[in-house]
């Protein structure tokens, strides 16, 4: 009987041990709760070319435009910019440069005319998001 009583006082603390383990792992306090929803606003990338008509061999900066609701995010964990020609499956990925106000940049010389895609990855405030867009080269 005596070593009946211990097997079930073993199996007992192990329960309340194992229920306490449970509790403590399902705390949510620390969620991020940014407006009155609960759920974060979402981040959005705008791309914009600079010129807006990009001209064969000649410097052009691409630009991601990283907003949070109405708040411009500089403190974005990663951005990079995916660049591929129609056609082709080769793609160049390029680091941006954080130029602050939310403006993430590179600068780039396209030497063939033609009709390209360009992919911002943006990894920001735990999000990630990757807009793309068409454009063209020009002579």
């Known amino acids: ?3 009946r009583e211990i097997i079930m006082k073993k199996f007992f603390i192990g329960f309340v041990v194992l229920i306490g383990l449970l509790a403590g792992c399902s705390d949510q306090s620390g ?4 407006n009155s929803s609960g759920t974060p606003q979402e981040v ?26 109405k ?8 951005v990079k910019f995916e660049i591929w020609k ?3 499956d080769k793609h160049e990925m390029l680091k941006a440069k ?3 106000k939310g403006i993430y940049s590179i ?3 396209f030497k063939d005319e033609g ?16 807009p793309n867009q068409k454009f063209t080269v020009e002579k």
Not at 44 to 69: D, L
Not at 115 to 130: E, K, N
């Open 44 to 69: 959005k990338v705008a791309i914009k070319f600079v010129p807006e008509t990009i001209p064969a061999n000649q410097n052009a900066k691409i630009e991601a435009i990283v907003t949070q609701g």
């Open 1 to 3: 009987m005596f070593k």
């Open 86 to 88: 129609s056609g082709q």
């Open 115 to 130: 009709q390209y895609y360009v992919t911002a990855h943006v990894t920001a405030r735990d999000m990630h998001t990757m």
């Open 71 to 78: 708040e411009k995010v500089s403190d974005a964990d990663e």
């Open 98 to 100: 954080n130029e602050g």
């Open 107 to 109: 600068t780039k010389t």
């Open 31 to 34: 969620l991020n709760t940014s």
